[in-house]
């Protein structure tokens, strides 16, 4: 070894490379480190032969164990909903009232209906159930087609226009698009509708007009005194709840093109039983009838 391979300060052997007077030491990694990266590597190659890992064209290595991420968690899903079944039966023998009347079948209907209804409620409803335009809130006393236990889980069943056979029908008249009322009538029924709920209307505005215009069209499915007709899914026109707004302007748009939401029918998706700790869980937000 020369004296260019050698550092006599450190005497440790260099790797003969020398910058500045500076020489790099050839300091060999430790055993234990170098032992390590090996066995990461045969790790590294067990796992490729084991575990599934390579992706082919349409799918992939399955490995000798045949493992899946996605069937593990299948099977535990599977084995929570039998376990889940296995108690939800009981909701399945009993009524809808008996259930809201025993306090521990209540919380599990509610338990149930708590979580179905934040998978699949939630995104129209919120998750409270507070509602937003065009999609009722469910924690107050105005129920379009009726808020007791039965007719809750009636809807949610069939749905409202939403082509089961058994789906509520019914949907708000477009007066203007179909030439049924001219433009300064329906601003003047818009006018008298608001004046029904306390709001304040336009100026010079013609109530006895309004009045007749609203017999003529109206009453047939709010009633000769708006309070809405609950077989028809008419609301309440004398409260302070609206669906789409109560000022004149969406007013205008709402007697002039009309409304027509959809609520899904959710039989064809749900089991009975789930239905009916779902209809629990609503009727139980503070709004059932």
Same mark, same amino acid.
């Given at each position: 070894? =020369?004296?260019?391979?050698?550092?006599?300060?450190?005497?440790?052997?260099?790797?003969? #490379?020398?910058? !500045?007077?500076?020489?790099?030491?050839?300091?060999?990694?430790?055993?234990?480190?170098?032992?390590?990266?090996?066995?990461? /590597?045969?790790?590294?190659?067990?796992?490729?032969?084991?575990?599934?890992?390579?992706?082919?064209?349409?799918?992939?290595?399955?490995?000798?164990? #045949?493992?899946?991420?996605?069937?593990?968690?299948?099977?535990? $899903?599977?084995? $929570?909903?039998?376990?889940?079944?296995?108690?939800?039966? %009981?909701?399945?023998? %009993?009524?809808? =009232?008996?259930?809201?009347?025993?306090?521990? $079948?209540?919380?599990?209907?509610?338990?149930?209906?708590?979580? %179905?209804?934040?998978?699949?409620?939630?995104?129209?409803?919120?998750?409270?159930?507070?509602?937003?335009?065009?999609?009722?809130?469910?924690?107050?006393?105005?129920?379009?087609?009726?808020?007791?236990?039965?007719?809750?889980?009636?809807?949610?069943?069939?749905?409202?226009?939403?082509? #089961?056979?058994?789906?509520?029908e019914g949907q708000m008249l477009a007066?203007?698009?179909?030439?049924?009322?001219?433009?300064?009538? /329906?601003?003047?029924?818009?006018?008298?509708?608001?004046?029904?709920?306390?709001?304040?209307? %336009?100026?010079?505005?013609?109530?006895?007009?309004?009045?007749? /215009?609203?017999?003529?069209?109206?009453?047939?499915?709010?009633?000769?005194?708006?309070?809405?007709?609950?077989?028809?899914?008419?609301?309440?026109? =004398?409260?302070?709840?609206?669906?789409?707004?109560? !000022?004149?302007?969406?007013?205008?748009?709402?007697?002039?093109?009309?409304?027509?939401? /959809?609520?899904?029918?959710?039989?064809?998706?749900?089991?009975p039983i789930t239905i009916k700790a779902?209809?629990?869980?609503?009727?139980? $937000?503070?709004?059932?009838?």
């Open positions: 070894m =020369t004296d260019r391979d050698f550092d006599r300060i450190s005497g440790r052997s260099t790797t003969g #490379h020398e910058w !500045d007077g500076i020489k790099e030491l050839n300091t060999p990694l430790p055993r234990w480190w170098i032992s390590t990266f090996y066995a990461t /590597i045969l790790w590294a190659i067990a796992y490729w032969v084991v575990y599934p890992a390579w992706p082919l064209l349409s799918s992939y290595t399955t490995g000798v164990f #045949h493992y899946s991420a996605r069937a593990s968690v299948a099977n535990d $899903l599977a084995g $929570l909903e039998k376990l889940r079944g296995e108690k939800m039966a %009981v909701l399945g023998k %009993v009524s809808l =009232t008996e259930i809201e009347t025993d306090p521990a $079948l209540l919380a599990l209907g509610r338990a149930r209906g708590k979580t %179905v209804f934040a998978d699949n409620c939630a995104p129209c409803h919120g998750s409270g159930g507070a509602g937003a335009k065009g999609y009722p809130n469910l924690n107050d006393d105005d129920w379009l087609w009726g808020g007791s236990l039965d007719q809750i889980q009636q809807t949610i069943q069939f749905g409202a226009r939403s082509g #089961h056979a058994q789906a509520h007066f203007g698009r179909d030439g049924i009322l001219r433009k300064d009538e /329906i601003a003047t029924v818009a006018n008298y509708v608001r004046s029904l709920s306390g709001l304040s209307t %336009v100026a010079n505005f013609d109530a006895a007009a309004g009045a007749r /215009i609203f017999a003529d069209n109206c009453a047939a499915c709010h009633g000769e005194n708006a309070k809405g007709n609950q077989e028809l899914g008419a609301p309440n026109l =004398t409260d302070h709840i609206w669906l789409y707004g109560s !000022d004149e302007e969406t007013l205008i748009e709402t007697i002039s093109y009309g409304r027509a939401g /959809i609520m899904p029918a959710w039989s064809g998706r749900f089991d779902l209809a629990v869980y609503v009727h139980s $937000l503070g709004g059932g009838q």
